[in-house]
């Protein structure tokens, strides 16, 4: 539909179209705003994008990173915080996955 259309009948249509639309609230922009944030480091974009595929532990993040431990244990601590993954114990290792609203933002297509 052509933006602000100059047809009395059409601009009519597109004021309702605009009235009808779904709008997020500030909160919602606010939490995507900062899981934006936390994915905007690269090495966070990386581990996202490696647990998109499967869980890792740290041991494995490392290998596949080519990245020191200490620094991917923090941001998965940072992406932990601010709840774009999670975690669980299995045997001796904690392994991290993405929670489902940041997968979904993630493999989106529109």
């Known amino acids: 539909m052509k933006c602000c259309p100059a047809d009395r009948e059409l601009k009519e249509e597109w004021e309702q179209y605009l009235e009808h639309e779904i709008a997020l609230d500030e909160d919602e ?3 995507m705003c900062n899981v934006f944030k ?3 480091n690269p090495i966070r ?3 996202a994008y490696h ?3 499967q869980d890792y532990c740290v041991e494995a993040l490392v290998r596949a990173l080519k990245e020191k431990q ?4 923090h941001h998965l ?9 999670g975690s669980f114990k299995s045997s001796r290792y904690t392994y991290y996955r993405l929670n489902r609203e940041i997968r979904n933002m993630l ?4």
């Open 29 to 31: 922009i606010d939490h």
């Open 38 to 40: 936390v994915l905007g």
């Open 45 to 47: 974009l990386r581990i």
């Open 51 to 53: 647990l998109l595929k």
């Open 70 to 73: 200490n620094l991917v244990s």
């Open 77 to 85: 601590s940072v992406m932990k915080k601010n709840g774009v993954v």
């Open 107 to 110: 493999i989106r297509k529109t």
